[in-house]
């Protein structure tokens, strides 16, 4: 296996039909990867990897740690080896943050994975619940909850997708946060930084599984995609 492969367990189109179950464990999700983000099957909440262990962000908030035998839908991972580590002083609000982002990345046609350890102002963040299955993201991300978690340590855990694969992955930047203790944390929606240090992986790379399951081999994908994950995941 390559280095900087990037791996992925389902196209995001499968996860915007509502397709929230797959056969896929986190014991073969960590045969690729040590880093990464996602969700469980069932839209159970959001989920993070950091160092090879995997933490459940629950709707609430809270985190817990991840059986190898529990199972997800959707995932992107790798094996994190930063070829850049820098340091970054106050940036006080999303958008700033995103500009720096952009600033650091070579260019906007890879794959990047992102690991931002840092003291943060404020973290802004959401959880989903639970969801039936097929049951349209756009739907089950109406009852997300939000939070916000003022003077925080933690870790943003994220990639950067190129704007032309919308229908693979989530384009542009998807981050999820949890807080140094493991105890709470969510996909983010906007952070203002106090200072941290960013690391930065080129995944020139991609592995896409397909699920042999009877729902993705039946669905018909007619969503606009990118309008989609543009409601769901901003
Ligand atoms: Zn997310």
Known sequence: ?????????SPINAILEGLYETPMT??????????????????????????????HLDVDGSAREVADHEKTPFAAACFFRPFSVEETGPLTDSKKFLNLLDICLPSPNMLYALRIDGDFAQVHTRSVPRTRNHTPLVEATALQKERKFDRITGTLVGFYTPKFMPSVNVPGYHFHFIDQDFQCGGHLLGC?????RLSLQICNQLLLNLPMTLDYLGVDFTRNAAQDIEKAER
């Open 1 to 9: 296996m390559s280095r900087n492969e990037l791996f992925m367990v």
């Open 26 to 55: 986190f014991a073969e999700l960590k045969e690729h990867g040590d880093f990464g983000i996602g969700t469980f099957n069932d839209l159970d909440g959001e989920m993070v990897m950091l160092d090879g262990r995997a933490y």
């Open 192 to 196: 203002r930084l106090n200072h941290g």
